[in-house]
Each structure stands twice: as C-alpha cells, then as structure tokens.
C-alpha cells in the first residue's frame, strides 16, 4: 500500500489545468459561436435595424472571447475560493484501487473502474466514465506510479 499526502494550493490547481485541458472539449475557442454571434450581430444592427439586438450579440461574441481567453486564471480563483483550497489530501493507493479525501471531498476508485490511464508530463490523469482525476507526479514516487499502470493494463 502507497501512502501519500499534499496540499490543494494555487499551483497545484494550476498544474492540474495545464495538464488536464488538452484532453478536455475546451481546449479550442469556440471559432464558430463566436463568428456566428458576430454575423447575426451584423445581421441585426445593419439590415434589420435592430441596434440594441446586434449589440448585445457582438457584446455576447466579445464575452466568449475573453471568457476563452481567462478560462485558466478563472477556474483556479474559482478552486482558491473553495471550501477544499488549502487543505491536505491524502492519497492511499491499494492492490483495490485508489482512495484521496481531504476534510471536505473523497473520492475512490477501483482499479475495473478506471477505463484509462493518460501520462502527461507532470502527473497522470485517470479516466473513469465521462470524469477524469488528475494526480500529480510530486505525490507519487516511482514504484506507485508503476504500480498504476500495472494495474489498469490488467
């Protein structure tokens, strides 16, 4: 059995963003909305005459924009914010699976339960149906993060 602990800070947030959204759907602007807003935004102000409608389209295409463009530092204010920021997980890893909890969130995972393993640069991200975990590569030492891979090919 591996045992471990480490604390839910700022950088730790930040480095479960980098490494784990790239495999997420909102890895890529969304080109389309944001151009399709500004089209029926154009489309209203200038043929249909509708100024307060094609201006709150292009304010919305705006929106989307810089909401893409701070999506990194808004979601880890957002994990700061939380009750859970701050405190210690600790992350316990048996021939059954995977056990983390902290004062306020536990999760457990058995080994049949996790569909796939993705090694990323600092940590992995385990799947498990549609969610994924991510456990940095500082928690763990070698032998355990051996013993992951070893028993997800199982």
């Given at each position: 059995?591996?045992?471990?602990?480490?604390?839910?800070?700022?950088?730790y947030?930040?480095?479960?963003f980098?490494?784990?959204?790239?495999?997420?759907?909102?890895?890529k602007?969304?080109?389309?909305?944001?151009?399709?807003l500004?089209?029926?935004?154009?489309?209203?102000?200038?043929?249909?005459?509708?100024?307060?409608?094609?201006?709150?389209?292009?304010v919305?295409?705006?929106?989307?924009?810089?909401s893409?463009?701070?999506?990194?530092?808004?979601?880890?204010?957002?994990?700061?914010?939380?009750?859970?920021?701050?405190?210690?997980?600790?992350?316990?890893?048996?021939?059954?699976?995977?056990?983390?909890?902290?004062?306020?969130?536990?999760?457990?995972?058995?080994?049949?339960?996790?569909?796939?393993?993705?090694?990323t640069?600092?940590g992995?991200?385990?799947?498990?149906?549609?969610?994924?975990?991510?456990?940095?590569?500082?928690?763990?030492?070698?032998?355990?993060?051996?013993?992951?891979?070893?028993?997800?090919?199982?």
């Amino acid at each position: 059995m591996f045992h471990s602990e480490f604390t839910l800070d700022k950088q730790y947030f930040q480095e479960c963003f980098d490494e784990s959204v790239s495999f997420s759907q909102h890895h890529k602007p969304k080109y389309g909305l944001i151009g399709f807003l500004l089209i029926l935004g154009s489309v209203s102000h200038y043929l249909l005459e509708q100024a307060y409608l094609g201006n709150f389209l292009f304010v919305l295409a705006v929106i989307e924009g810089v909401s893409f463009y701070y999506r990194r530092p808004w979601w880890v204010a957002r994990q700061m914010l939380s009750r859970a920021s701050g405190s210690k997980v600790v992350l316990e890893i048996s021939e059954q699976g995977i056990n983390a909890h902290n004062p306020y969130r536990a999760f457990q995972l058995q080994w049949q339960d996790i569909d796939n393993v993705i090694e990323t640069e600092k940590g992995i991200l385990l799947e498990h149906g549609k969610y994924r975990q991510y456990i940095s590569r500082q928690a763990l030492d070698n032998e355990a993060y051996a013993f992951i891979f070893q028993q997800t090919k199982k």
